[in-house]
C-alpha cells in the first residue's frame, strides 16, 4: 500500500524555477568540482525531505560519514551491489507502517537508491534487474563518472572506449587505454520496461528537474542514468566540470533522454553536433588520442560511433512520427 | 633518508615522490615510495613517502620521523585533518612551497629545525602556464636537497612524466622547469643524514598512524575522546544535514570573489555550483558561504557576465 499517485508536475521553463532550498548540504568530503553531487543535489530538490537515500558503496560513501550527513532525509549504507535489494526492504517496511497507521500515508516517503557506475553496470546488475522486474516503487540515480573513481579510477563496464584508467594503461598493446565499448544500460534497463527512464546531465539543470517532476507522477522504478563529469579520473581542472558535461551533450556524446512505456525521447536533440576531439581534448584520460602523435583510428571510431547513435535516433524518430 | 610530501589531492605529490624516488633508484640507491591510500579526493590532504637507503629498507609504513618534509600547499599547515609537522624533530628539514619567507614561517611555526622556503607555484606558472608542475618542482628540489645530482634528476622526471603523455612542448617546459627548481633548491644546505641511515630495521616506533606523532599542543591540533556507548544508545543519534560544520572551506587553494555591479542575478552559480555552498540573498545575488565552498570555480567558469574575480588564498 502507497501513497495514491500525485497528478503530474508542471514542467518548468528556466533556471529560476528551480527549488532555492538545499536537500543535501554542502561540506561533504567528496571531490571540489564533482558532476555526480551537481546532480544528485539538483535532484533532490525535487525529492524533497521525506526521502530514504539508499547509498550504494562508492565516490558518495563520502558523502554521508559518521557522524556527518548532508541530506535532509534518511540514509542507509549498503555493499556496492545490495541496494536495489535493500529499497525493496525499506520500501516495505515504509508500506507495512502506513498500513497500520505508525507512518501518516501522506508523507509520501520515497526511496532513493544513489549508486554509482561501478555498481550499477558491475555488481549490482542481477539486483537492480530483480527490482526494477518486480515493478519495485523506487528511484535509481545512478552518478556515472565512468570508473570506480572511489578506490582510484579503475575501468568499469561503463568506462568509455579510449579513454585511460588505472587498470587499462596505455600501452603498446592497447594504445587506446580501454578497448572495450561502454555498456549500454539505457538498452538494458529499457528492456525491463521501468515505469520511467532518463539520462540526465548536470549542466543541463531544466532538463533533469523536468524530468524528476515527470516521474515523480509515476509509481513503480524510476531510473535516472546522470552523467558524472569527474575532474579527478577524467583529468580536467574542477572549474570546468560543467564545461565538460555540456560538451559531452553538445558533441552527441552523451544523450539526454526519456523512456515512458517503452518509446524512447531524445529531450535535446545537438542540431549541430561538435566533432567529438572537442569534448576529448580537454580531458587528461585522453591525452594519449592526441600526444605523443594523434592516434586518428581511434579518434574516427569513437565520432563514427556517435554519428551512427544519431543517424539511427533519427531514423527511429520518424518512424515513429 | 625519510621524506614525507604533504599536499592537496591533485597537486601531484604522489608523483613528486615517485619523481624523488626514480631520481635515487637511478643514483643506484635503493627506493621505496607509496602514497597515503585514502578515497581520491581534489583539494583534501593528502600525503606521500619516499624512503631512500644504500642497502635493502625493512621499514615499512607511514613514516612518521621524517628527515625531510615537503609542504606543496601552505593552507596546509594549519589544517588538523594534514598536520605535515607531525613528527618533526630539531633535525628536520621543512621545505615549504610559500610566497612567505623562512624566517617569518619559522616564528610563527615554533619549528625547532630548519625551515627553507620559495614560491614554487608562482615558479611552476612562469614556466607551464598552469599549475600542473609542482610534481616536478617539488620532487626536484627534494632529490636536490637529499644531495641527488641534476643528471638523477632529471632521469626521475623523465621516467615518470614518461606514464603522463605530455605533448614534445610541454614535456620540454618540464624539464626547464625541473632545471629551475634543482638551482633553487641546490643553493640550500642539504638535509643531514639521519642517524639511522641504513634503515635497514624497522627504527621508528611504528606508530600507525601519523597522529600517534604529533606531538601535544601541535598548531590545529584537538584530540576528543570518543566515549564507548552501546550501539543501541550510540547509532540513533547520527544527525542529518550536518556537514557544513565540517568546513570544507580549508581545502580552497582559490577564493571566487563577486564583483556585484557585474552580476545580473542570473542564478547560473547558485543552480551550477556542485557543492550548494552558494545561496541567493533578497536581491537573488550570489552569497558565497566560504566555510564549506571548496573552490572548484565552477561558478568564476559558467558566470556569464564574468562577475566573479579570483583571490590566492592565505592563511
Not at chain 1, 539508499?54 to 563520502?62: E, M, V
Amino acid at each position: 500500500m502507497s501513497a495514491p499517485v500525485t497528478a503530474e508536475v508542471a514542467a518548468i521553463k528556466n533556471l529560476k524555477q528551480i527549488a532555492r532550498e538545499e536537500f543535501i548540504l554542502p561540506g561533504t568530503a567528496v571531490c571540489g568540482g564533482c558532476g555526480g553531487l551537481e546532480g544528485l543535489r539538483l535532484a533532490a530538490k525535487v525529492l524533497g525531505s521525506k526521502t530514504v537515500y539508499i547509498n550504494a558503496a562508492g565516490c558518495f560513501t563520502l558523502l554521508a560519514v559518521y557522524p556527518y550527513s548532508p541530506f535532509k532525509g534518511s540514509w542507509l549504507y549498503t555493499t556496492m551491489g545490495g541496494a536495489a535489494a535493500a529499497a525493496q526492504g525499506v520500501r516495505d517496511a515504509l508500506d507495512v507502517l502506513m498500513a497500520r497507521g505508525k507512518l501518516p500515508v501522506e508523507d509520501d516517503v520515497q526511496v532513493v537508491v544513489v549508486a554509482g557506475d561501478g555498481s550499477t553496470y558491475d555488481m549490482a546488475m542481477a539486483a537492480n534487474s530483480g527490482a526494477i522486474f518486480r515493478g519495485l516503487d523506487f528511484w535509481y540515480f545512478c552518478y556515472d563518472n565512468e570508473s570506480y573513481g572511489n578506490t582510484g579510477v579503475q575501468m568499469s563496464s561503463a568506462t568509455p572506449y579510449g579513454a585511460r584508467t588505472t587498470t587499462t594503461p596505455v600501452g603498446s598493446a592497447a594504445r587506446a587505454g580501454t578497448e572495450h565499448g561502454k555498456k549500454d544500460l539505457f538498452e538494458i534497463w529499457r528492456a525491463h520496461q521501468p515505469a520511467y527512464l532518463a539520462t540526465v546531465s548536470p549542466r543541463y539543470p531544466v532538463d533533469l528537474t523536468n524530468k524528476f517532476l515527470k516521474a515523480k507522477g509515476l509509481r513503480g522504478p524510476k531510473l535516472f542514468i546522470a552523467h558524472a563529469s569527474c575532474p579527478t579520473g577524467w583529468l580536467f581542472e574542477p572549474k570546468r566540470s560543467a564545461e565538460v558535461a555540456k560538451l559531452a551533450v553538445q558533441t552527441g556524446i552523451f544523450a539526454l533522454k526519456e523512456c515512458v512505456g517503452g518509446a524512447v525521447t531524445h529531450t535535446h536533440i545537438p542540431r549541430r553536433r561538435k566533432p567529438v576531439e572537442e569534448y576529448l581534448r580537454g580531458q587528461g584520460r585522453y591525452a594519449h588520442l592526441f600526444e605523443p602523435t594523434r592516434n586518428d583510428a581511434a579518434l574516427r571510431l569513437i565520432q563514427e560511433q556517435v554519428d551512427r547513435y544519431w543517424e539511427a535516433a533519427a531514423k527511429a524518430g520518424a518512424a515513429s512520427s | 633518508m625519510r621524506v614525507r610530501f604533504h599536499g592537496r589531492g591533485g597537486q601531484g605529490m604522489k608523483t613528486a615522490s615517485r619523481i624523488l624516488g626514480s631520481a635515487a633508484f637511478h643514483a643506484g640507491l635503493v627506493v621505496q615510495d607509496s602514497p597515503v591510500y585514502g578515497a581520491e579526493r581534489r583539494g583534501a590532504p593528502v600525503a606521500a613517502f619516499t624512503r631512500i637507503a644504500k642497502a635493502a629498507i625493512r621499514e615499512r609504513g607511514l613514516i612518521a620521523a621524517p628527515d625531510l618534509i615537503v609542504v606543496a600547499d601552505e593552507t596546509l599547515l594549519f589544517e588538523p585533518t594534514a598536520m605535515p609537522l607531525a613528527g618533526c624533530s630539531a633535525r628536520t628539514v621543512v621545505l615549504i612551497n610559500t610566497a612567505t619567507d623562512a624566517a617569518a614561517l619559522q616564528e610563527r611555526l615554533a619549528h625547532l629545525g630548519r625551515i627553507e622556503s620559495a614560491d614554487f607555484t608562482s615558479l611552476v606558472f612562469s614556466i607551464t602556464h598552469t599549475l600542473v608542475g609542482l610534481s616536478t618542482a617539488l620532487g626536484v628540489a627534494a632529490a636536490a636537497l637529499v644531495g641527488l645530482s641534476l643528471e638523477e634528476s632529471l632521469a626521475g622526471v623523465a621516467e615518470e612524466l614518461a606514464h603522463a603523455t605530455l605533448s614534445r612542448a610541454a614535456y620540454e617546459a618540464n624539464e626547464r622547469l625541473a632545471q629551475e627548481a634543482y638551482a633553487l633548491a641546490d643553493a640550500w644546505r642539504a638535509v643531514p643524514e639521519p642517524l639511522d641511515a641504513s634503515l635497514a630495521l624497522a627504527a621508528e616506533a611504528a606508530p600507525t598512524a601519523l597522529l600517534a606523532a604529533a606531538p601535544a599542543g601541535a598548531p590545529g591540533t584537538q584530540l576528543v575522546e570518543l566515549r564507548f556507548e552501546p550501539p543501541a544508545r550510540a547509532t540513533p543519534t547520527i544527525c542529518v544535514a550536518n556537514t557544513p560544520e565540517r568546513s570544507t572551506g580549508s581545502w580552497r587553494q582559490f577564493r571566487p570573489l563577486l564583483q556585484r555591479d557585474l552580476c545580473n542575478a542570473c542564478w547560473t552559480c547558485f543552480v551550477l555550483c556542485p557543492e550548494g555552498a552558494i545561496a541567493l540573498d533578497e536581491h537573488e545575488f550570489p552569497l558565497i558561504d566560504y566555510e564549506v565552498c571548496k573552490g572548484c570555480l565552477v561558478c568564476v567558469h559558467e558566470c556569464p557576465t564574468h562577475a566573479f574575480a579570483t583571490e590566492k588564498e592565505v592563511r
